[in-house]
C-alpha cells in the first residue's frame, strides 16, 4: 500500500522539496515521516508547505551557491597520490574513490567518497580527470596524478 507525501526537502532518487510522491507506507511510516522530511498530502499539508517554501528555497539558493564555490576550490586541488607500481607502471592495489576523497579530505576539503564519481579504479600511473557531484545541479572537475611511491 502506497501514501502521498509532500517532501519536505530534497531527497536523492525520491523528488525535490515540494514534490508530492507516492512511497510505500513502511517507508514514509519509519524514514520520512519521523525524520520531518515529508508531510502526509492533504489540504492542511498544503497550507503547511506553501508556508514553509520560502524558506526551503532560500535554504537551496544558500546551498547551491555555497557547492559552486566549492567546486571552483576543488578545481584548483593539486591531489597527488602516491602508489607502489610493479613492472609495466602497473600499480599494487588501486586508486578508488575513497582513496581520493582521503586525499581530498587532508588537503582540506572534507569529502564523502560516494560523491566522487570514477568508471573504474584507476590502476596505472597518470593524470585523470575526477568528476566530483557536489549536487544535482553542480559537478566539480578535479584533476589527480597518480606517482610512482
Request: net charge neutral; proline share 2%; no cysteine.
Amino acid at each position: 500500500m502506497n501514501e502521498k507525501l509532500i517532501l519536505l526537502e530534497d531527497i536523492n532518487g525520491l523528488g525535490k522539496a515540494g514534490d508530492t510522491v507516492s512511497v510505500s507506507a513502511g517507508y514514509a511510516r519509519n524514514f520520512l515521516l519521523p525524520k520531518k522530511m515529508a508531510l502526509k498530502a492533504s489540504k492542511g499539508a498544503v497550507r503547511q508547505f506553501e508556508a514553509l517554501k520560502e524558506k526551503i528555497e532560500a535554504k537551496r539558493r544558500v546551498e547551491l551557491e555555497e557547492m559552486q564555490s566549492l567546486a571552483a576550490r576543488i578545481a584548483e586541488l593539486e591531489i597527488t597520490i602516491s602508489m607502489n607500481v610493479g613492472e609495466d607502471d602497473k600499480l599494487y592495489g588501486s586508486v578508488t574513490t575513497h582513496t581520493i576523497a582521503d586525499e581530498m579530505t587532508k588537503l582540506g576539503v572534507e569529502m564523502d567518497h560516494q560523491k566522487v564519481i570514477l568508471d573504474k579504479p584507476i590502476k596505472e600511473l597518470g593524470a585523470y580527470d575526477v568528476t566530483v557531484k557536489l549536487h544535482p545541479e553542480v559537478d566539480a572537475k578535479a584533476r589527480v596524478w597518480v606517482v610512482r611511491a
